[in-house]
């Protein structure tokens, strides 16, 4: 067996109602003056309240940042660490989707530590310490409460990523009920995004690729194909939710530990440059870099096709199951009426040619692809998914 190493968040709870008990299940781990980060439309929604008032019964003082935006930038993350600076932050709770529990984490690690942001890009060189970290999310895609990633936008489209196990949080806190008001398209955008998630963790050329990660890449699946569906037209279903947000946690265990590859590193000018969400950015390309990635990766698709649809358990072969399993995603966004063609999301071909070379410079994704991709095939996948 090839030796590993696998981190996760050290403490997680899954539980209906329980971000309003934050401040009693995870109170004394953060200290008393708390930095509290999350978006406007989450404020505006009042769904901060419950969780903010919970903080407040148990005695903390609370500095709210509510102006995280998607693909949040450089600028964003450094007034949220000002923010926090001037509360005296002990503690960093985060609150939301992806974009807002990743400038909670960078937060987290920059009042902790003092350390500089430019030394910490990349794998495995930011430091610490951070300051106590609770993340709970109201989206059920990005798996980011149990990853040590954080992507920030710098400048005008460049995405960069800091990844350590030292930004893993102290808590995940995952309450189903957060999520019974998300919208029809961002219930299916992330949710597909979470099974991105899983495929790339399981068919990852990681050397870290490893037997736990893989398991949890399957079950992942199993939860997330069997109820995306009933989640997206079934909203207030918790039984559903619930599965969703289990599957998009142990989907992102699996990926933190057993990188995501191709299909994130041609997500990311999509989202970058356009500002198309991410999750729809990653479903967007996702058949056709499966697609290129066949001649190297069938037989791993091949491996979970039944999990995400149990029907294809009685495809033969594994040319035949890992095709089916491809269209199989392909008519998944149809029905969940994701728009599934790069024209659909206002993206024009002459913008092709730049985006190709853009995702080139995503490096630490592109090395755990399956197949090597050089810029003219990444030309050729935009090509096809546009």
Same mark, same amino acid.
């Given at each position: ?127 610490? #310490?951070? %300051?106590? $970290?609770? /993340?709970? +999310? ?10 040590? &990633?954080?992507? *920030? ?22 309450? #189903?009920? %957060?999520? $019974?008001? /998300?919208? +029809? ?10 099974? &991105?998630?899983? *495929? ?107 999990d995400a649809f149990p029907a294809l358990a009685r495809e033969e072969g ?48 592109l090395v755990n692809n399956p197949r090597t991709v050089s810029e003219a ?10």
């Amino acid at each position: 067996m090839n030796p590993f190493t696998f981190n996760t968040t050290a403490s997680i709870v899954l539980e209906p109602g329980s971000s309003r008990r934050l401040g009693e299940i995870a109170g004394r781990k953060i200290g008393k003056n708390v930095l509290f980060v999350t978006d406007p439309g989450l404020r505006r929604l009042g769904l901060c309240d419950p969780v903010l008032a919970s903080l407040g019964e148990a005695g903390h003082d609370v500095a709210v940042f509510d102006t995280v935006e998607a693909d949040p930038s450089l600028a964003t993350l450094m007034k949220a660490v000002e923010t926090g600076r001037s509360a005296g932050a002990t503690g960093v709770v985060g609150f939301g989707g992806g974009s807002s529990l990743d400038v909670a984490k960078l937060a987290a690690l920059l009042l902790g530590s003092g350390e500089d942001l430019e030394g910490a890009w990349g794998v495995a060189n930011a430091k610490g #310490p951070r %300051l106590p $970290l609770v /993340l709970v +999310p109201t989206t059920a895609g990005t798996g980011s409460e149990v990853t040590p &990633v954080s992507i *920030i936008t710098v400048g005008e489209e460049e995405k960069r990523g800091v990844s350590s196990a030292v930004i893993l949080p102290d808590v995940a806190l995952l309450d #189903p009920e %957060l999520t $019974l008001g /998300l919208p +029809p398209a961002i219930t299916a955008a992330t949710g597909v995004d979470a099974m &991105v998630h899983a *495929i790339e963790a399981y068919a990852s050329k990681s050397a870290n690729n490893n037997p736990l990660s893989k398991m949890l890449a399957k079950q992942a699946l199993s939860l997330l194909g069997a109820n995306i569906e009933t989640a997206v037209f079934d909203g207030r279903n918790i039984e559903a939710r619930g599965a969703m947000l289990l599957g998009s946690m142990l989907a992102g265990q699996a990926f933190a530990n057993s990188p995501v590859a191709a299909v994130h590193a041609l997500a990311y000018p999509i989202g970058g440059t356009f500002h198309v969400p991410h999750g729809l950015s990653n479903a967007l390309v996702l058949q056709h870099v499966l697609r290129f990635n066949m001649p190297e990766a069938a037989h791993l698709y091949a491996e979970i096709a039944a999990d995400a649809f149990p029907a294809l358990a009685r495809e033969e072969g594994t040319q035949g199951r890992c095709a089916a399993f491809i269209e199989e995603l392909a008519d998944l966004s149809k029905k969940l009426g994701l728009q599934t063609r790069l024209r659909d999301v206002k993206i024009g071909e002459e913008h092709l040619p730049k985006m190709a070379a853009d995702a080139m410079k995503q490096t630490r994704l592109l090395v755990n692809n399956p197949r090597t991709v050089s810029e003219a095939d990444a030309l050729a996948i935009y090509r096809a998914a546009w």
